[in-house]
Nanobody, 116 residues
């Protein structure tokens, strides 16, 4: 069993930065592929960034060049550095970890609001 707890959300002005953190508990964290998703009001949840167990990363086109995902397997943490934030980045951001069908976990989400 793995628990994921996000933190770091908040209100930021356009052009600003935030760093989201996801703290994981449980065993074998290093074997999980970890993702950040987001869901805006009245929108479907969308994949923002992925970091595999091997450290490979991938990003949604809308955030490429602005967001960076990273992980620290010793601390069991995943991060999402978000720069040059835009109003359309406003959403609830969720941490997700998956190793296989039986080991698929979500955090509770953290709100990010980009507004002047």
């Amino acid at each position: 069993q793995v628990q994921l707890v996000e933190s770091g959300g908040g209100l930021v002005q356009p052009g600003g930065s935030l760093r989201l953190s996801c703290a994981a508990s449980g065993r074998m964290f290093s074997t999980y592929n970890m993702d950040w998703y987001r869901q805006a009001p009245r929108e479907q949840r969308e994949l923002v960034a992925v970091i595999t167990s091997g450290g490979n990363t991938n990003y949604a086109d809308s955030v490429k060049g602005r967001f960076t995902i990273s992980r620290d397997n010793v601390k069991k943490m995943v991060y999402l550095q978000m720069n040059n934030l835009k109003p359309e980045d406003t959403a609830v951001y969720y941490c997700h970890g998956k190793r296989n069908i039986q080991n698929d976990y979500w955090g509770q989400g953290t709100q990010v609001t980009v507004s002047s």
